[in-house]
């Protein structure tokens, strides 16, 4: 562990922690790692006398409640790692003041609630890992529509219980590549949902409970050149669904219902011998 006062880099993992403010950290400290600790709570004020901080490893602890304006006092942090704690919610003010972070990472909790304008501080955020929490719905109004994360390019809500998707609700996250929702409950796609994303790349939605895709339900993707819809309940996919999907590369569909797809769901530029890798497996289908 790094004690020197102009120490860059402070290791406390796997230390016993209960109380953070136990422990006194340099001013001039750039990277704190206090993974693998017992805390409970992050206190507001802790970080009052970091102002080089940049990456911040809470990781692996037992956190459950992180105090308003926690982390107000350090506006230069670029990684903030929460992941695998015991986090419930997110509240208008946890994570306030933080208007350089990059990267926010909240896999692992049991997080269900999302205040609105939680977010509104994080206009330079370009990657959100939310993976394995328990929201069931998206919560509109959490990003400043006068200052919108122009710069996220990666969304990740792996294995939560979300629903449906409210149109609209990405329009403002316009350089997204990248957006993974797989093993969630989503039942459909609205009309016009993606119309915004033409900078999308990789779209996820495998294991979920998604039956048809019409014409415009993926309408606008012109970029995309990965879409996994395997192991869902598919059994329809209408002529047009993927149109706009002049791009794609790597289409996988196994594992749902289909017992017929017409090759009129594609561009007429488009061929699916032009598609390099294109999975149909496990389905009862009879091609057109």
Known sequence: ?????????????????????????????????FQFNNMLTIPSGYFINMPQLKHLNLGANRIENVSDFAFSNISGLTGLNLENNDL??????????????????LWHNDIHIIEEKSFYDLSKLERLDFRENDMDHLIENIFDPLQPPVYLYDIDYDKNKIKN???????VMTALTRLDFQQNQIEELS????????????????????QFIYEKSLKGLV???????S??????????????????????????YLTTLSMNIFHPSVQPGDISRFDMSNNPYLCD
Not at 165 to 171: A, L, P, Q
Not at 192 to 210: D, G, R, T, V
Not at 232 to 239: D, G, S, V
Request: aromatic letters at 10%; charged letters at 20%.
């Open 231 to 256: 192991t869902n309940l598919i059994i329809y996919i209408e002529e047009k669904g993927f149109y706009d999907l002049s791009k794609l590369e790597n289409l996988d569909l196994h594992g749902n």
């Open 165 to 171: 998707f409210t149109v609209g609700y990405f329009d």
């Open 1 to 33: 562990m790094c004690t020197a006062f102009e120490c860059s880099y402070i290791d406390l993992r796997h230390q016993g922690i209960e109380d953070i403010t136990t422990f006194v950290i340099p001013a001039g400290t750039e990277k704190i790692d």
């Open 191 to 210: 009309n016009n949902l993606f119309l915004n994303f033409s900078n999308l790349e990789n779209l996820i939605l495998q294991s979920n409970k998604l």
């Open 88 to 105: 419930t919610i997110i509240k208008e003010n946890t994570l306030k003041g933080l208007v350089n972070l990059r990267h926010l990472l």
């Open 223 to 229: 970029n995309l050149k990965s879409l996994d819809l």
